[in-house]
Nanobody, 125 residues
Framework: QLQLVESGGGLVRPGGSLRLSCAAS????????IGWFRQAPGKEREGISC???????NYADSVKGRFIISRDNAKNTVYLQMNSLKPEDAAVYRC???????????????????WGKGTLVTVSS
């Protein structure tokens, strides 16, 4: 069974950068569309990006132009490069396998059993 583990979160100043990783085990990542979600305290979970096996990507408007999603199927890892971070980007970030990602609002994820547990990003001066 696919298992995902996120890493790379931490404390960063506004305007800074972080790179998150989503490492897969149990099944080759190449079989899956992978999405990134985030949830800040008191807010609803937000889908922010996804990447198909072949490399096609989608982004939420809130991160477009600042975040870059990529994947290395040989390393069984998906990355989220986050640049120009803002305080409103602070959240727990989780990756998940998706059934589809035609658009960000219509992302359909596997059951949460398959999701990573998340990595915390804090953006503060």
């Amino acid at each position: 069974q696919l298992q995902l583990v996120e890493s790379g979160g931490g404390l960063v100043r506004p305007g800074g950068s972080l790179r998150l990783s989503c490492a897969a085990s149990g099944s080759p990542l190449v079989y899956y569309i992978i999405g990134w979600f985030r949830q800040a305290p008191g807010k609803e979970r937000e889908g922010i990006s996804c990447i198909y096996s072949g490399g096609s990507t989608n982004y939420a408007d809130s991160v477009k132009g600042r975040f870059i999603i990529s994947r290395d199927n040989a390393k069984n890892t998906v990355y989220l490069q986050m640049n120009s971070l803002k305080p409103e980007d602070a959240a727990v970030y989780r990756c998940a396998p998706l059934y589809s990602c035609d658009t960000i609002p219509t992302m359909r994820a596997f059951a949460e059993d398959y999701w990573g547990k998340g990595t915390l990003v804090t953006v503060s001066s």
